[in-house]
């Protein structure tokens, strides 16, 4: 099953480990998974997977998603934000993903796309709250 995954008992072995009495792996219940279809084939239903506590931070968690294969479902990104965003748009016949992450005073998004080797490229973007906020609203006229 995907919680059992290398990358994700990898990833979190020191929490588990950590625990009295220690674990050998982590339970399904500090994970949460939903199936998506990454691509406009029906039949082939992937993963996104969303630590839940005690795997996640006050404004970060992290996502795994999981491509399906036919030798079951394959890790191709793996990342920390406050929002995993599927898009609509297609890059290399699967849906880009976008994550999001923010401060008081930025928000950081993390634009994915599946490469030709089947992982997922990142480019980053990031935008400062202040720009954001001192642009004026339209003015408006009174109403008498």
């Known amino acids: 099953m995907f919680w059992q995954s290398w990358a994700l008992m990898n990833t979190f072995a020191p929490t588990w480990k950590n625990e009295d009495p220690p674990r050998k792996t982590a339970p399904v219940s500090w994970f949460s998974a939903s199936r998506i279809h990454l691509t406009s084939n029906p039949r082939q239903t992937d993963l996104i997977v969303k630590g839940k506590w005690p795997l996640m931070g006050a404004n970060v968690g992290t996502f795994w998603v999981f491509l399906s294969t036919q030798r079951g479902h394959r890790l191709v990104l793996t990342g920390p934000a406050h929002n995993l965003e599927v898009k609509n748009?297609?890059?290399?016949?699967?849906?880009?993903?976008?994550?999001?992450?923010?401060?008081?005073?930025?928000?950081?998004?993390?634009?994915?796309?599946?490469?030709?080797?089947?992982?997922?490229r990142?480019?980053?973007?990031?935008?400062?709250?202040?720009?954001?906020?001192?642009?004026?609203?339209?003015a408006q006229k009174p109403v008498l």
């Open 89 to 120: 748009i297609f890059w290399n016949k699967h849906r880009e993903i976008e994550l999001i992450s923010m401060t008081a005073a930025e928000i950081h998004t993390i634009l994915c796309r599946l490469t030709a080797s089947n992982t997922y």
């Open 122 to 138: 990142r480019n980053r973007n990031h935008l400062l709250l202040s720009s954001v906020l001192t642009k004026k609203a339209p």
